[in-house]
């Protein structure tokens, strides 16, 4: 170890000997000072006029455009740099004759070199740790552990491109060639993940030995053993390379006794990069203060209640728009989105299914005229050169899996102990299941899920047709994310009028029937509601009467007509509402965003308790402080005569009753509109409507679904320094500081020179 250091130190002497350390120094240190500075300069700015600031330590250090990620892209630049002349100065001036002759062995010689390079690198990180210390006085409460996570991934990712750099100088007497050979190995290290991924085991191994992105899962604050070992290995494969190669300068070795050796180090490299990348072996450490890194607590206890095997099945019709996304060369970084899951579910296998079926993928069929869906998918695999084991027809996929439910589009199923549940692609802007959606479909197969029922047979609004005033887009819109049915609810409809409500109805559904009930339905939802089931009546002023039977029950009454208010922008029916957040919150809890936007309705009912029936009654929704008068639908203003009738406020729209009946909590919503969960309402933008809905839905599942993924407030939320102190301190670490490095350097260079 002695003749270790000695070397590494005679080294550190040569490389500070050399201006090109002094430079790469000091525009490292510009560079990150700048990009730290600036951002910083930059919040300070927003925060004077009023934005507010949210976790902030990621978005300086990590973020799009954080320090870290902005220095990693500018590493690869440095390090050749500054490895080019480790041995092939040697080689040029013969000295590496004078080494091998002498009783230094090749490996202390190797790892001294390596040990100062590796030291110097340690200056850029201390450069970076000096603005984390300042970040620290400059954000309050700057989570310090995240900060240093990413200055392990940098580190280590500093020290991989250094042991590349030092084999590629052992290969050339010429530093230019061994910094440009440096720049194409890393070169193909980024790229070499794309390579061969739609080849079976090799697209392992090539996604293995990628370096792109590497380090990001750390500098995002999630140190994983696979990440740390790849960084090991890669170095350590390097480093045991150069040493394979300055002893063919020193011993007589044939050359298949050297292919041998190269053959059996790459191999033990692979194998053991490979073996430890698998889910079971794999090791994490979230180093955020709030844990983002880790699914959050009500997933974990989804995760906890599941121990044997897991499959996820994709089916990929290679006709629909998303086919891309699963496609054989896609699949390691579908797989990848999945690592917060098999991080704890290690056990998780995933499958992909290829077919192709009608789709809804209209831009297909018009770019492609007069071609039928097999023709359409023998031109996709010709012109994507897919090397596909089985391709199912039509016909074959449909004794598998019926997917005309689900518009034949890409789609997963999980399964788990006998259970079978989707798990779909959206048309949105990030397309993938995000935790939410994952843990829902986890859930429905260890639990219950909660089945909702919607009344027809009497023109009620109906979940499978769009319009404006129809359900689809919140209950039964595969293609949105944010639709119960992909939340974890069962969404079904029955014709109460002929046909009894399933047993495990969880909440049923009557919405604004426009003719009258049946006898048979009435019965039916009498003895529903005496069993202490859940249920939702949504009315219209125009048609509630079909509902007075059922309302008289509960001890409820609409007012005649529809309630309007005078305003100067919106129409007399547009209701201003007021969520009313004081509510004793054991009996419902809203969102803490639920009154970030207002609740508006558009031609609603009052609602009035006539009678004690047993139930606790509870608004939810009231119209405001501003006078509501009593009028017939249609009207373009609030006429005089109008305003003369008596006045109402504060009156509510939506209500909740409750009661303890047959051990359980039974819970019912009454409101006088119907349109607010209609699509167009739930599509309103600026509206609190959506969130409003999934408020009362959480409720009545009784805080099960959707999934609450909501994470602690971050506390690094402040900027502490002002414009001047911003300033100051850029002409310290932009100007100063780099000054101090140049004076250092020229005064260690005009002493050796005068010595």
């Known amino acids: 170890m002695k003749t270790i250091y000695r070397i590494a130190k005679t080294e550190l002497n040569t490389m500070f000997y050399s201006p090109v350390a002094w430079v790469v120094l000091v525009i490292f240190s510009i560079q990150s000072s700048w990009k730290f500075f600036d951002t910083v300069q930059r919040f300070e700015k927003a925060q004077k006029i009023g934005e507010g600031m949210h976790n902030l330590t990621q978005t300086v250090f990590s973020g799009f455009s954080g320090l870290y990620t902005e220095m990693q892209e500018y590493l690869y630049l440095y390090i050749p740099l500054l490895t080019m002349g480790l041995v092939s100065r040697e080689i040029n001036s013969g000295s590496i004759k004078l080494l091998l002759s002498s009783p230094i062995k090749i490996k202390e010689i190797v790892l001294g070199k390596y040990l100062a390079i590796a030291v110097y690198c340690l200056l850029f990180i201390g450069i970076l740790g000096l603005q984390v210390v300042i970040a620290y006085f400059s954000i309050e409460n700057l989570d310090i552990k995240f900060a240093f996570s990413g200055l392990i991934g940098l580190y280590l990712l500093v020290c991989t491109y250094a042991a590349i750099g030092l084999f590629m100088s052992c290969l050339t007497s010429y530093q230019v060639v061994a910094a440009i050979s440096t720049l194409v190995v890393l070169a193909g290290l980024n790229f070499i993940g794309k390579l061969w991924q739609d080849i079976e085991y090799v697209k392992d191994i090539t996604y293995f030995l990628s370096i792109a992105g590497r380090a990001n899962e750390m500098l995002g604050g999630l140190i994983i053993s696979k990440d740390v070992l790849y960084f090991l290995l890669v170095s350590g494969l390097f480093i045991v390379l150069s040493i394979y190669k300055l002893q063919t300068g020193r011993d007589a070795q044939t050359i298949s006794k050297r292919v041998l050796k190269y053959t059996v180090l790459i191999s033990i490299v692979l194998s053991l990069g490979y073996i430890t990348s698998r889910a079971p072996l794999t090791l994490y450490h979230d180093m955020t203060r709030t844990k983002d890194r880790t699914l959050t607590k009500t997933s974990l206890d989804i995760v906890k209640k599941m121990e044997g095997p897991i499959k996820i099945t994709t089916y990929v019709n290679l006709l629909d728009i998303n086919y891309h996304m699963a496609m054989p060369y896609s699949q390691n970084y579908d797989k990848s989105s999945f690592e917060q899951y098999t991080r704890f579910l290690p056990q998780i296998q ?218 100067e922008t919106n129409s007399p029916d547009f209701l201003v509402t007021d969520l009313q957040r004081n509510i004793d919150s054991t009996l419902i809890k809203f969102s803490p965003n639920s009154n970030n936007n207002p609740i508006p309705f558009l031609g609603s009912s009052g609602i009035k308790t006539v009678k004690d029936t047993g139930f606790k009654v509870t608004p939810l929704l009231k119209t405001n402080n501003q006078p509501a008068w009593e009028s017939q639908t249609g009207i373009t203003s609030v006429s005089p005569e109008l305003k003369k009738q008596p006045a109402v406020k504060a009156i509510p729209l939506v209500v909740a009753l409750t009661r303890n009946i047959k051990g359980k909590s039974q819970k019912i919503i009454v409101a006088g509109d119907a349109d607010f969960m209609g699509n167009a309402e739930l599509s309103r933008g600026g509206s609190g409507t959506f969130q409003f809905v999934t408020d009362i839905f959480s409720w009545f599942s009784n805080y099960e679904f959707p999934i609450d993924t909501t994470r602690p407030e971050s506390t690094d939320n402040k900027i502490t320094i002002n414009a001047n102190q911003v300033f100051i301190n850029k002409i310290v670490f932009i100007g100063l500081f780099p000054l101090l490095i140049i004076l250092s350097g020229a005064f260690i260079l005009i002493r050796r020179n005068r010595r």
Not at 368 to 395: F, H, I, W
Not at 463 to 468: A, H, L, V
Not at 478 to 488: A, P, V
């Open 350 to 567: 995933m499958e992909y299914v290829y077919y192709y079926d009608i789709s809804t993928n209209a831009a297909l069929y018009a770019q492609n005229p007069g071609l039928n869906d097999k023709q359409l998918a023998e031109k996709m695999v010709e012109s994507q050169d897919l090397k596909l084991k089985k391709l199912y027809t039509p016909a074959e996929i449909k004794k598998i899996i019926d997917l005309g439910p689900e518009q034949n589009r890409v789609v997963r199923t999980v399964e788990y102990n006998g259970q079978k549940t989707f798990l779909r692609m959206y048309d949105d802007l990030f397309k993938v299941p995000f935790e939410k959606e994952i843990s829902a479909s986890l859930k429905r197969l260890v639990y219950n899920p909660v089945k909702i029922v919607f009344a027809t047979g009497n023109m009620e609004r109906s979940i499978e047709k769009n319009g404006d005033k129809n359900y689809k887009t919140g209950f039964n819109e595969i293609t949105f994310r944010n639709s119960l049915i992909n939340q974890g609810f069962d969404v079904a409809s029955v014709d109460i009028n002929a046909q009894n409500i399933p047993e495990q109805t969880s909440i049923l559904i009557i919405a604004d029937p426009k003719t009258q009930l049946s006898q048979g339905a009435l019965d039916r939802i009498n003895k529903y509601i005496d069993q202490g089931k859940n249920l939702m009546l949504l009315a219209e002023p125009e048609t509630n009467s079909a509902l007075t039977a059922i309302i008289d029950k509960l001890g409820l009454g609409f007012t005649k007509q529809t309630l309007v208010q005078e305003s």
